[in-house]
């Protein structure tokens, strides 16, 4: 079975510091990954993904994350935080399964940026 | 052009009511999905269709019955309606099966008095 921890419900940063969310994955078979935003009242908008390829992922609005199997993480960062970053993030995981495919997410991180 | 669109955005109802919620995307892919929110933002997959075929239903009541006319189309009817059935409901879809990013409609925030 496959689950996922993100540690941390809620994160705050200063405007301009580094956002680290964590995201810590549990699977029997190299799974892919994924990161999604959740902005108030709207859906879900994929902000990267790992699917076995590069461990260093960039996604949109600057994001990145590295998948460290060792470490079964995939930390979600942003070298500098705009107000315009806060929102819900979901860490997202699923593994090939003869298409029976599903993802599983994570409990969220709230981050709030602080002016 | 919206790629997955969902209507209603908001649907308010009576305990016992029947209601139902429509998806639709553009894209062109092969698989959709339903899944629920909770109050706690907590998002659990209740179906899948590949092709208008059921791949996964998650252990959902019966009262939830999904139908998917076409490939573009998933349709989530709600029979007897309960106050726990009380969530965000996010229709999503994605290319095929096996690996592929999942794209996500607007939601529609269902109410049960």
């Known amino acids: 079975a496959q689950s996922v921890t993100q540690l941390g419900s809620h994160v705050s940063v200063s405007e301009g510091a580094l956002v680290l969310l964590r995201c810590n994955y549990s699977?029997?078979?190299?799974?892919?990954l994924f990161w999604y935003v959740q902005y108030p009242n709207q859906g879900l908008q994929l902000l990267l993904k790992?699917?076995?390829?590069?461990?260093l992922v960039k996604g949109i609005n600057g994001f990145e994350a590295e998948f460290k199997k060792s470490e079964t993480s995939f930390h979600l960062t942003k070298p500098s935080a705009h107000m315009s970053d806060a929102a819900e993030y979901f860490c997202?995981?699923?593994?090939?399964?003869?298409?029976?495919?599903?993802?599983?997410f994570g409990t969220g991180t709230r981050l709030t940026i602080i002016p | 052009d919206t790629a997955v669109s969902q209507t209603p955005k908001y649907l308010v109802t009576q305990m016992g009511n029947d209601k139902s919620i429509k998806c639709e995307q553009n894209?062109?892919?092969?698989?959709m999905y339903w899944y629920k929110q909770d109050s706690k933002k907590f998002l659990k997959i209740m179906f899948s269709?590949?092709?208008?075929?059921?791949?996964i239903n998650e252990t959902v009541p019966n009262r939830f019955s999904p139908k998917s006319p076409d490939k573009a189309h998933l349709n989530l009817h709600i029979n007897s309606l309960e106050l726990g059935d009380s969530a965000v409901y996010f229709c999503?879809?994605?290319?095929?099966?096996?690996?592929?990013?999942?794209?996500f409609g607007p939601g529609t925030r269902l109410t049960v008095t």
């Open positions: 699977s029997s078979v190299p799974p892919y």
């Open positions: 894209l062109g892919h092969d698989t």
């Open positions: 269709y590949n092709n208008k075929e059921l791949i």
């Open positions: 999503a879809s994605s290319l095929t099966l096996t690996g592929y990013e999942q794209y």
């Open positions: 790992y699917t076995s390829a590069a461990t």
């Open positions: 997202a995981v699923s593994v090939p399964n003869f298409g029976n495919e599903k993802l599983t």
